[in-house]
Structures are given as structure tokens and as C-alpha cells.
């Protein structure tokens, strides 16, 4: 079956403009995550939906961030006024109700100029 | 101080050989432990997770978990080129915010 996908596959922006990733999760996995991967860095936890609860958002760095998700599926990830810094790899997981395994998307390459 | 320690490597050995990764942690309410295996341009996939002291088992894998000494290890027996990949341990206070490690990259030359 279908895995989380994840568009685009990368990104090139400059700093200072919006960029909006976006995530499909397994369908009907409940639970979805957004981490960032930066180079030479282990996974850091951004933010963690399930079902109409609301989020944690405890992992977001500062305010340019945010994400939703619409009618518990597609989910997406809004970075304001880029900066360098947030040149990373931005993966989604899933889970389903009850589960424990993560699955991971693709990831986005985004690069910040 | 990382919560998760992890030396990045990268390792390499011959095929055949066993694979021996560890993570160090420091908080002592961790709960839930997994590996995770990410080839290059893709996404970590599970390989193995446990939640209590002791060894696990799967195929060639193995899983040690020592929580007193908060060290946990990732053994892989006969070691193939397929097994090229960077892993990723990864830690859980409440089963869903994982902390990882940095990750190590192991290349298995033929």
C-alpha cells in the first residue's frame, strides 16, 4: 500500500520568503508528526497531531513555524521569512490508533539561499 | 549536553563481520528504545524498539537495552552491503515524542 508521501521533494527558496511543505499520511493513521533532520543532527521533534486533540507543538523553534492538519489527513508545515538556518530535511511520520511505529515519509529537502 | 549520544562514525567493515552501534543517554525516565535504519535520500524505517532491560532478537539483529547504565547497543551478525545505511537510535518518555541520536553511518564493503 501507499506510504506517507511528501511534496515537494525539495525546495530552493531565498531568505525572507514563506515556504508550505506538505504531508500525506498513511491513510487512516490517526497520529502525525513533523521532525527536522539537519546535517550532521539526529531527528529533532517539531510537532505531534492525533485525531482532533489538540497538538504539541512543544518542538516548533520559534513563532516562523507552524503546521496544521485538515480533516485529520493531509498536513502541512508553514516556515515564515526563511532563514539559513532552517536549511534542513523536514520528514512527516504517521501512526495508526494504537500503534507505536513511526513511519516516515521521504522527507523535504529544503534549502534556504 | 545531548539527551541522546550517539557517535556519528562513519564505521566501516568487511561483509560478514558484526556490527556493533550504541547510544548513551541521560534521562533516566526513557521508557521506550528503537533503532531506526535510514538509507540515503529516504526515511528512517523501524528495526527494532523494546521498552524493558535485556536483549532482543530479530533475525540478525539484536537489541540491548542496560537502563541502570543508560546505554543501549544495536548488534548486526553478518553484515551485508544492504546493510549500508545510517542508524539512529531513538528514545521515548510517552511513546510518541522520540529523541533520536545523531545517527551512525555504516558502510559494509563486499
Known amino acids: 500500500g501507499a506510504g506517507v508521501s511528501q511534496s515537494p521533494s525539495n525546495k530552493v527558496t531565498e531568505k525572507g520568503k514563506d515556504v508550505e511543505l506538505r504531508c500525506d499520511p498513511i491513510s487512516g493513521h490517526t497520529a502525525l508528526y513533523w521532525y527536522r533532520q539537519s546535517l550532521g543532527q539526529g531527528l529533532e521533534f517539531l510537532i505531534y497531531?492525533?485525531?482532533?486533540?489538540?497538538?504539541?507543538k512543544s518542538g516548533l523553534p520559534s513563532d516562523r513555524f507552524s503546521a496544521e492538519r485538515t480533516g485529520g489527513s493531509v498536513s502541512t508545515l508553514t516556515i515564515q521569512r526563511t532563514q539559513q538556518e532552517d536549511s534542513a530535511v523536514y520528514l512527516c511520520?504517521?501512526?495508526?490508533?494504537?500503534?507505536?511505529?513511526?513511519?516516515f515519509g521521504p522527507g523535504t529537502r529544503l534549502l534556504v539561499l | 549536553q545531548k539527551e541522546v549520544e550517539q557517535d556519528p562514525g562513519p564505521l566501516s567493515v568487511p561483509e560478514g563481520a558484526i556490527v556493533s552501534l550504541n547510544c548513551t543517554y541521560s534521562?533516566?525516565?526513557?521508557?521506550?528504545f528503537m533503532w531506526y535504519r535510514q538509507y540515503s535520500r529516504k526515511g528512517p524505517e523501524l528495526l527494532m524498539y523494546?521498552?524493558?532491560?535485556g536483549n532482543k532478537e530479530d533475525g540478525r539483529f539484536t537489541a540491548q537495552v542496560d537502563k541502570s547504565s543508560k546505554y543501549i547497543s544495536l548488534f548486526i551478525r553478518d553484515s551485508q552491503p544492504s546493510d549500508s545505511a545510517t542508524y539512529l537510535c531513538a528514545m521515548s518518555l510517552n511513546d510518541y515524542k522520540l529523541s533520536f541520536g545523531a545517527g551512525t553511518t555504516v558502510t559494509v564493503r563486499a
Open positions: 523494546t521498552y524493558s532491560s
Open positions: 511520520a504517521s501512526t495508526p490508533s494504537g500503534g507505536q511505529t513511526q513511519y
Open positions: 534521562n533516566s525516565a526513557f521508557q521506550y
Open positions: 497531531f492525533q485525531g482532533n486533540s489538540a497538538p504539541d
